[in-house]
């Protein structure tokens, strides 16, 4: 291999890191918007003042508002990871598994209150916003599925099973307790947990 070969290759790798660091420079700077002042409110010209680019670097890396949310999204995910629902699978008892599963979560609805909140309260202003959601979504549907294992709920009463373990889950129920009724979090979980109870007769 010649030596220009050798320098091309290294300047194209040198580059494509440069590149990559700058994505994730935006992507970064609009997650913080995000948490700060919410996603209907993060607008490109900030993105890119807080990212440290121009306008133009922004709309080059991600061309389109779903690229970036997307990005957002995965970078938020990768940096806050939910709670591991394939644990729970392992306890027997659906009480306890269904208390397990609520402290973790919301724990991690503690951790990410301002972003949470952000991107609850945005998501009907925001095109974008939804699709990216899909993913937490899906893993909440799969939690709902773990923790409705084991009751002895049937019939119609399955179905109220269902829609109290889902309420439960919700950020918006976790929100509604902690955040602005004003009980800790093992009361929070007591109190959800009576809720899928009573469902289930």
Known sequence: MSDETQKR?????????????????????????????????TTVSAVADRAGVQRHTVYRHFPTEEGLYAACS???????????????????????????????IYRWYERTEPTMTNVY????????????????????QDAQLVLSAGWPARGARRRVL???????????????????????????VRLASALVREAAG
Do not use: C
């Open 9 to 41: 290759k290294y300047e194209l790798r040198k580059r494509a890191a440069a590149m990559a660091d700058t994505r994730q420079r935006i992507t970064e700077a609009a997650m913080e918007l995000h948490s700060t002042v919410g996603p209907a409110r």
């Open 121 to 140: 309260r945005d998501r009907e202003l925001v095109e974008a916003l939804p699709r990216s959601m899909g993913p937490f979504e899906e893993y909440l």
């Open 162 to 188: 269902t829609v109290a373990i889902r309420h439960a889950l919700d950020f918006a129920t976790w929100r509604s307790l902690v955040h602005e009724g004003g009980v800790s979090r093992a009361q929070a």
């Open 74 to 104: 995965a970078h938020f995910s990768a940096t806050n990871p939910w709670p591991d629902a394939e644990q729970w699978t392992t306890i027997a008892d659906p009480e306890r598994r269904l208390e397990t599963a609520l402290d973790a």
